[in-house]
């Protein structure tokens, strides 16, 4: 405070509502004034807000020194001409205020203070309320930007993308905002959202948040906990699960549960008491590992499983409010097919049950869980299925009509969609007992196909069969074997088709509806093979070029439903066959096996590694285009084939049966194989003999290292 007829501080409170200056601190301004008002003849009216500070002068013009301290000297006229520096940015002038953005120059160079003749305490707060809000804006759009990047990894559920764009804000100081917002913008959302959040996090942990960032944001949430509960009554039990999901993701130490909340508000204490439960639970780290439910809503498997889980619960219980809850928390409207699916295989696995289950769909169905677009997709997945489902289920078709009559009467569909399903549950498949015994007798034949390379017995076995209609079941059958190995058998299966059809054993129809069943039912085959799309994309553009399915099948793409996994399968193939040099690609997709030249090939194949590895000494791909090849019962061939790189150039003896010591000690080439690799070199001898000198000798020799390495038994 300035004594002597000096302004009194006023409450900051005032400014903009009333005047800073009272009666008569008006005047004794007026006074201190009137000098520079009859020089410059300017009117000048007192606001109620100050005006500019003036540029800051030295403190020793502002004050006299007395015993070694500076006081202030009332006595000084406010006329004063200042410290005679140039003003900055042109501002100011012989006896003026300054240039109206001195005001933060003032601030930033420290000078001002009770001190200096210009120094007033108001103007210091306002300088101080602007910084302020500077930061409020600042964090502001710090938190709606934020916002943003959560919003958008709900959705792509990609967390490198969010945590680079977190990064990308580059405000390392504010990222206990994000902590809590992401936590409070999941808590009125779905299982998947919260599990997101929680997998981000840890993620993000040691990356862009550190230890410090994360338990600030924890802390703040706890903060925030009372209001928190007045939107999400379950926010102090699912912040208990966040907590203790990041200590079990080492995102946060356990000290930090026991080092807080143990004085906080009624809410704190709950938190702290739940945290503390889950904490003490011997499992409590797998527990919460699967507290949201897992990647349900995310894995097409884990989802499937949390509906079935579903399904069993409420036949234990009948609750379809909790039905209602778990299928609304995985937040997958557009899988509720296979709900549907799996509620409908639940009716055929218990019959007594079926009307429950209906009456579950049906108000899922009502209430808008569950549209009734995703009804008739599950129904008519059943219904392409019904063949293979009777397998299991023996009254499949009765129990399937049942639930098509129910759904009408309900009006989940119309009468044009009934009729379709029940055309395709009525039709009538092969005898359950027929085709059963011939779906096993087929995969032995080709299991025995795949050893011998035989196409004859295939033949005779599918000419046996007094049924042609089940000749499209060999070919799904044939396939779907096929993708599950190698691509000698991808090859294999491909010649196969083509010689059976140009035997006429199979007929263009039965080949081409095979491949129908396999589109039809490419989503449950991905399940148990990942790249089936790729292989079947390959598979159907080499019967093409191999004329075992006409060009016309293309045209399926306008049945096949569209976003399906068949009628993406069929558009890649049609690409790939427009491309240039189509023919040439596809004969040889699965890398050239011939199942005429299966020896050849594979001998070919084997020199071409060893070089490779003889000129790279990578044995780690050496071993993986081993098991590609898939033939360790021929892998007497590899042996042979090392030891004739050896009698070729002697030189490379050392790297040879280095290559031969590796293999038989990972287990590749077994004692059988060496015996019999052995044994066809040492009877080649003479043949040998004439294209390599000394070839009889060499041979001997390595049989003596073989036996010295135990190769031979």
């Not at 959202?193 to 706890?222: D, H």
């Not at 035997?503 to 080949?511: A, C, F, Q, T």
């Not at 589109?519 to 019967?543: K, M, Q, V, Y």
Request: glycine letters at 6%.
């Amino acid at each position: 405070m300035m004594n002597g007829g000096a302004l009194d501080r006023a409450p900051s409170s005032s400014l903009g509502s009333e005047p800073v200056l009272n009666e008569e601190q008006r005047e004794a301004l007026n006074a201190a004034l009137s000098g520079r008002l009859s020089e410059t003849g300017e009117s000048v009216k007192l606001r109620g807000v100050p005006p500019p500070l003036a540029p800051a002068v030295k403190k020793q013009e502002g004050g006299v020194k007395k015993g070694g301290k500076l006081y202030h000297d009332h006595h000084l006229s406010r006329k004063t001409k200042g410290s005679g520096k140039a003003k900055k940015n042109g501002g100011g002038g012989k006896f003026t205020w300054g240039n109206l953005m001195d005001a933060n120059e003032y601030l930033e160079d420290g000078v001002a203070d009770e001190g200096d003749p210009n120094w007033d305490s108001e103007q210091e707060d306002l300088g101080s309320i602007s910084l302020v809000e500077a930061k409020l804006v600042e964090i502001v759009a710090y938190k709606d930007a934020v916002v943003d990047i959560l919003t958008e990894y709900f959705e792509s559920g990609d967390a490198e993308e969010a945590n680079q764009s977190i990064e990308e804000l580059d405000q390392p100081t504010l990222l206990h905002f994000f902590v809590k917002k992401a936590i409070t913008c999941s808590l009125d959302r779905h299982d998947k959202e919260r599990e997101m959040i929680s997998q981000l996090l840890s993620y993000m942990y040691n990356k862009t948040l550190s230890s410090s960032m994360v338990e600030k944001g924890f802390v703040a949430v706890l903060d925030a906990l009372d209001d928190l509960v007045l939107d999400v009554p379950q926010a102090v039990e699912w912040v208990a699960f966040f907590t203790c999901r990041a200590v079990a993701d080492d995102v946060l130490p356990p000290s930090f549960v026991s080092e807080t909340g143990v004085f906080g508000s009624e809410l704190v204490e709950q938190w702290h008491s739940l945290c503390t439960a889950y904490l003490s639970d011997p499992h409590f780290a797998e527990r919460m590992s699967r507290v949201w439910g897992s990647r349900a809503g995310m894995d097409v498997t884990e989802t499937k499983k949390s509906f079935e889980q579903c399904i069993k619960e409420f036949l234990s219980a009948r609750d379809v409010g909790e039905v209602r809850r778990q299928v609304q928390s995985l937040a997958v409207p557009h899988f509720h097919h296979e709900f549907v699916k799996l509620t409908v295989l639940a009716c055929f696995n218990d019959p007594n049950a079926c009307t429950a289950l209906v009456d579950m769909l049906s108000d899922l169905i009502a209430t808008g869980d569950v549209n009734k677009s995703q009804t008739c997709t599950g129904l008519r997945r059943i219904a392409s299925d019904l063949e293979q489902i009777s397998l299991d289920y023996p009254n499949a078709r009765t129990v399937f009509q049942q639930v098509i009559d129910a759904a009408y009467k309900k009006q989940w569909i119309d009468g044009a969609e009934k009729e379709s399903l029940a055309s395709q549950g009525a039709t009538e498949s092969p005898s359950i007992f027929l085709l059963s015994t011939f779906k096993s007798e087929c995969k032995t034949t080709i299991m025995e196909y795949f050893d011998s390379a035989d196409p004859s017995e295939v033949e005779c076995q599918l000419n046996q069969c007094g049924d042609p209609g089940l000749h499209s079941v060999f070919v799904k059958l044939l396939i779907q074997m096929a993708m599950d190995r190698n691509d000698r058998e991808r090859e294999l299966s491909s010649k196969l088709l083509n010689d059976l059809r140009q035997s006429s054993v199979l007929s263009e129809e039965h080949v081409s509806l095979g491949f129908t069943k396999l589109l039809s039912s490419a989503e449950d085959i991905t399940l148990d093979i990942p790249d089936a799309p790729r292989f079947l994309t390959l598979f159907l553009g080499r019967a093409i070029v191999d004329e075992a399915v006409p060009p016309s099948f293309l045209s399926h793409l306008d049945e096949m439903k569209e976003k399906s996994l068949g009628h993406d399968i069929i558009h890649a193939a049609r690409k790939l066959l427009a491309a240039k040099h189509a023919a040439e690609r596809f004969t040889n997709c699965w890398h050239g096996y011939s199942t005429k030249e299966t020896s050849r090939a594979i001998s070919d194949a084997f020199v071409s590694m060893i070089k490779e590895y003889l000129l790279a000494k990578n044995f780690n791909e050496l071993l993986k285009c081993l098991r590609d090849v898939g033939m360790p019962h021929y892998h007497h061939e590899l042996v042979y084939q090392s030891v004739m790189q050896l009698l070729e150039d002697p030189s490379l003896e050392e790297s040879v049966l280095e290559l031969l010591a590796k293999l038989f000690i990972c287990g590749e080439i077994n004692v059988t194989q060496t015996l019999i690799g052995y044994k066809r070199l040492a009877d080649d001898g003479d043949d040998l003999e004439l294209d390599y000198i000394g070839a009889k000798e060499r041979i001997k020799v390595i049989g003596d290292v073989f036996t010295m390495f135990g190769m031979l038994g």
